[in-house]
C-alpha cells in the first residue's frame, strides 16, 4: 500500500525534491561534459559530411531554377492546357520574352536551358539561340518573332516540358534514375534499348552479391586458420591480410590490370604451359570477371578480420565436447563450429556487401563496360555531364536500397546475430 | 590381475610438447571398473594432459593407453565412447538445453522418440527437468554444470572424465555438486577420473586419488591413506595442513626413526617411513589436530611458544614455535577441556610417535 502511494506521488529524496528530478540535476553536469567531448567532431561531421549530403541529396527534388528565371512565363503557362495539342496564345510567348531578357541580360537562360535539356534534348541550344536575340526583338508580335528565330518554339513538346517542370519540386530525377519518364498519359518506363539505370542497379546488386560470397567462401578458410594458429604466426598472418591496407587502392587495382590483362600474367603463363592457344585468349578484366575478382581481393579483409576476431571467441572445447560426444570431424565443424561463427560471416558480408555496392574506382579501372557499378554513373553525372540533379536521385536510390537491404537482413539474419568479435 | 578387469590402463606413458621436457614421465595407472579417481595435483603438474590423452585430445609421445582392454592411442576421440564434463561446461550455446543433451544421441543416429525419453531421464537425473528449452546462457553456472553432467552421461559411457568441473562456481554450489556428483556416480555405477586442483574436493568425492607433481605421480591411495599416511614430503604438504619439522636421523630401530630436530635439538621419534639411511635429513610430518597440548603421557615432548591465536568457532589455530619452525601450527578443539592459552606463553606440547611420520626433505 505504501509503496503504492510512493509510486504515485514519486519517491521524494531527502530534501524534499523528487528523486528523479535531483537525479537529474546530479547526472546534468557529466551529461554537459560529455557532449563538450564529442562536440567538435559533431560540429565537424555536420558541417563537413552531413550539411553536403543532404543539400546533394535535396538536389535530387529540386527544381527551383525554371520558376526562378522564368517567373512570368510559369505563371502565365497555368492558364494553358497541355493536352490541347495547340501551341500557347501570344501572352505567353511575350512572358516568355521579358523573362528571357532579364536572363539574357544576367546570363542565366543557358542553364535553364541546359536544365530542360535534360527532360528534352534540343532544349540548351533553342535557348542559347534565343538567348541571343530577345534583346533585339520589337515589341509585339512575340510568338512570329520567336517562330522566326526557331520554329521549335511552335513545338508543343517544348511547351509541355517547361509547363511540366515549372514547379519549384520535381519527380523528374527520379523518374530518369528509374529509366521512367512522365508523357501525358502518366509515368511510362522508357523504351527498352534506353534503359540503362535500372541495368546498372541490378548488376550492381547482382556483382555486390557475388562479391559477398566469394569472399565469405574465401575469407573462412583463412580466419579459421589464423584463429587456431598458435599466436606468434596468426599474428603473422594477419599482418599478411592488413598488408593491403598499407598499398594504394589505385596500386592494387593496377595490378590486376597487369595480371588479367589479355598480354597479362595470368594468360602468358596460361599460353606458355600449353592450357591456353593463343588465339583464345581469356578475357579476365573490363567486364564482369574482371570487376568480380579485383574487388573481391580488394575487399577480402573486411570479411576476414570479423570473422577472425569471433572466431577467436568461439572456445576449442566446444569442438572438443562435440567430439568427446561422438561426433566426428565434419559433424563437429558443422553443427558447432559452423553456427557460432556465423556473427562473424554476418558482419562481414555486411560490411562487403555495402562497401561493394557503393564502390567506384575499381569497376572503373578493371570493369570495362560491361563491369562498372551504378556509382560510376553518379560519378559520370557529378564530374562530367554536371547533371547533379540525376546524380542525387541515383545517390539517394542506392542510399534507399542499402537501408533496405539492412532491414531485409536484420529480418532474415537479424542484426543482433551480427559480431565483431 | 589380467589387463582387461580395469576399465583403463596407462602403460609407461610420457608426454612432451616441445621435445625438450617432459609434461608427463612414466605415468602408470590401473582404473578399476566403477572406480571414482581423482587425479590431483598442483596447476601444470601434468594431470590434465593424462586426462586429454584419454580423451584423445592430445597423443601420448610413449607409451600405450588401453580401455576396456584395447589401446585406443590411434582411436579418434569421437570413437572413444567416453563422456566428458570440460572447466567451463563447453555447453553449446547456440543449442537449447534439450538439444545439448540429444547432441550425443542424434551423432549416434538414435531414432527421435528414444532419444527424447533418455533426454528426458537425463534432465530429471540432475533435477532440471523444467529447463530443457532454454538455452544454456539463461542457466545459473551449477545449472549449466548440472546439464554438463546430463550430457557427458545421456549416452550412457563406462567412462566420464570430469576436468576440473567445480572450478567455476562459489564455494556452496561447489560442495552441493560434489555431492551431487558422488551419488550420480554411486547410483550409475559409472568409470570418473576427476581432474582438480582443489584437495579437498578430491578428499570429499574419490575413491582414490592419484597425487600429482612434476609430470610424476607422488602417490596413489584412498583418501583416508593419503591423509593420514603420506609417503613423501610433497604428498604431506599438499593434502590437508601439515606441520613440518627438520631433522636429522640418528637411529633407525625396526620402523621407528630417531630424529635430532635443527635448531633446538630435541630428539624425538617418528615412523621411518620415507628418511633415508642414519645420518641423513628428514622431513617430519605432524597433523596440527594430531599435536597434544599441555604435560600428557607421549613418548614425544617439547615445548612451544605461543606466537598467534585465531579463533574459529568450533576449533582455534594456535601458531607456535617449535624448534626452528615458527610456523608450527596447533588446531585446538573449541572445548571447556582445554587450557586457556595466551600469547607468548610457553607450552607443554607432545604428540604420539605413530602421528609423526619422517619423510624425505623437498
Known sequence: ?421 | MDKDDYIVRFENVQKSYDGETLVVKNFNIDIERGEFLTMLGPSGSGKTTCLMMLAGFEPATNGEIYLNGSPINNVPPHKRGIGMVFQNYALFPHMSVAENLAFPLKVRGMSKSDSEAKVKRALGMVRLDEFGGRRPGQLSGGQQQRVAVARALVFEPDLVLMDEPLGALDKNLREEMQFEIKHIHESLGVSVVYVTHDQSEALTMSNRIAVFNDGVVQQLAAPEVLYEKPENAFVAQFIGENNKLTGKVTAIDGDIAQVTLDGGGDKVAALAVKCGGVGEKSQLSIRPERVILGDEDVPNKMSGKVVELIYLGDHIRCRMEVGDSSEFIVKVANSHAHAALKVGEVTPIGWVTEDCRALDVL
Open chain 1, 1 to 421: 500500500m505504501s509503496n503504492a502511494q510512493a509510486s504515485d506521488a514519486g519517491v521524494i529524496s531527502a530534501d524534499g525534491v523528487p528523486l528523479k528530478v535531483s537525479l537529474a540535476r546530479a547526472l546534468r553536469r557529466q551529461k554537459i561534459r560529455a557532449l563538450m567531448l564529442i562536440a567538435p567532431l559533431l560540429i565537424f561531421v555536420v558541417i563537413s559530411f552531413i550539411a553536403p549530403i543532404a543539400d546533394m541529396l535535396f538536389r535530387s527534388v529540386e527544381n527551383s531554377i525554371v520558376p526562378d528565371t522564368l517567373p512570368k512565363t510559369v505563371v502565365a503557362l497555368q492558364e494553358w492546357d497541355p493536352a490541347s495539342n495547340e501551341a500557347p496564345g501570344e501572352a505567353i510567348y511575350a512572358a516568355m520574352h521579358a523573362d528571357l531578357v532579364i536572363a539574357a541580360e544576367q546570363k542565366i537562360h543557358t542553364r535553364v536551358g541546359q536544365r530542360l535539356n535534360y527532360e528534352a534534348p534540343g532544349v540548351s541550344s533553342l535557348f542559347r539561340k534565343t538567348g541571343r536575340r530577345v534583346d533585339r526583338m520589337e515589341p509585339g508580335n512575340y510568338k512570329e518573332q520567336f517562330l522566326a528565330i526557331d520554329k521549335d518554339w511552335g513545338n508543343v513538346e517544348i511547351w509541355r516540358t517547361i509547363h511540366r517542370f515549372s514547379g519549384n519540386y520535381t519527380s523528374g530525377y527520379f523518374l530518369s534514375a528509374a529509366d521512367a519518364e512522365l508523357t501525358p498519359d502518366g509515368i511510362e518506363l522508357v523504351p527498352e534499348n534506353e534503359r540503362i539505370y535500372l541495368t546498372l542497379f541490378v548488376r550492381t546488386l547482382v556483382l555486390s552479391f557475388t562479391i559477398t560470397l566469394t569472399c565469405a567462401l574465401l575469407g573462412y578458410p583463412i580466419a579459421f586458420l589464423l584463429s587456431n594458429l598458435p599466436m606468434r604466426t596468426s599474428n603473422m598472418l594477419l599482418i599478411l591480410v592488413l598488408l593491403p591496407f598499407w598499398t594504394s587502392l589505385l596500386v592494387r587495382t593496377s595490378s590486376w590490370i597487369v595480371l588479367l590483362q589479355q598480354q597479362g600474367v595470368i594468360n602468358d603463363l596460361l599460353v606458355s604451359i600449353g592450357i591456353l592457344d593463343d588465339q583464345n585468349r581469356l578475357e579476365l578484366m573490363y567486364n564482369q570477371i574482371g570487376t568480380i575478382i579485383a574487388m573481391t581481393h580488394i575487399l577480402l579483409p573486411f570479411m576476414i578480420l570479423p570473422l577472425y576476431s569471433v572466431m577467436k571467441t568461439i572456445s576449442p572445447s566446444y569442438v572438443r565436447a562435440a567430439k568427446s560426444l561422438g561426433a566426428n570431424d565434419w559433424t563437429a565443424f558443422w553443427k558447432i563450429y559452423f553456427p557460432n561463427s556465423i556473427p562473424g560471416i554476418g558482419a562481414g558480408a555486411i560490411l562487403v556487401f555495402i562497401l561493394s555496392i557503393g564502390y567506384y574506382i575499381t569497376p572503373e579501372l578493371v570493369g570495362g563496360t560491361s563491369g562498372i557499378f551504378i556509382s560510376n554513373r553518379i560519378a559520370y553525372h557529378i564530374s562530367s555531364s554536371l547533371n547533379w540533379g540525376l546524380a542525387a536521385a541515383l545517390g539517394v536510390i542506392l542510399l534507399a536500397l542499402i537501408l533496405v537491404f539492412y532491414w531485409l537482413y536484420d529480418k532474415i539474419v537479424g542484426i543482433d546475430n551480427v559480431s565483431l568479435g
